[in-house]
């Protein structure tokens, strides 16, 4: 099949993912997904995932496979199928206005699985199709002449800049922080520009490994969003001097 013929006959997604078929179905194999733009060359054994739950899709990968005598992976398609439409899923159903305590429950329930920090929970809560703050937050590292700095670590600016505490895990409050005002992400943009220059120019900071504390970049944040204050060197920046947010603050105060 011909590159053109792949893309119409694949549903345009995001993220095209692909089951080879002539792997094992066995749980636990490894090597069996793989992720593909539509104009690379995809194999032939190579089964787009929209196809379990797309009855056309399917029946034109099993006639193609059947008409180059591949009968063995064609008839694999139905079990994988098969596989995933039977696969018990857990769901807990749970009935509550607040947000602190979904979060806090979401949280229990999910120790054992992959981690989801605050930046992923907020995005959840606050994702609209031309509003996600995994792009937004990714934008903003691209401004940057600085290193790369995590989603958490914004998502703590943002709640040092809205006066709320860092380490409280209810949501709620940012979330409706986000949703009354417009110009927060743009201050958080500017005010992290302005930090991070400041690091670079007049500290010889140039990303955050060079910090010795995650919060002192969370702080200068703070200043640049409600102080505007950077005529004075910061000596807390040196890893033995200790200090905390209140200090670096202190210390920043011209």
Known sequence: MSPDERQNAAPERRWATYFDLEMSLREGDEG???LALHHDDVPETWLPMAALYDGRLRWDYQQRLYAGGRGNLANKIEHL??????YPVTLVPMTTD???EAAQSFQRINRQGTHMGEAHMLRALTYEPDFDLDEIFGRLNGRLAWGEIPNDIFVLALKSIEGLDLYDGDPEPLVDALKRSTGL???????VEQATSFLRERCGIYSMAALPYDVQLIALVDVAANRKLWSSPISCLNSRSGCGPRRTRSTLRV
Not at 81 to 86: C, G, L, N, R, V
Not at 185 to 191: E, F, I, K, Q, V
């Open 32 to 34: 069996r997904f793989h």
């Open 81 to 86: 199928e098969k596989a995933f439409k039977d």
């Open 98 to 100: 607040d947000l602190g």
């Open 185 to 191: 992400l743009d201050l958080l943009t500017r005010s």
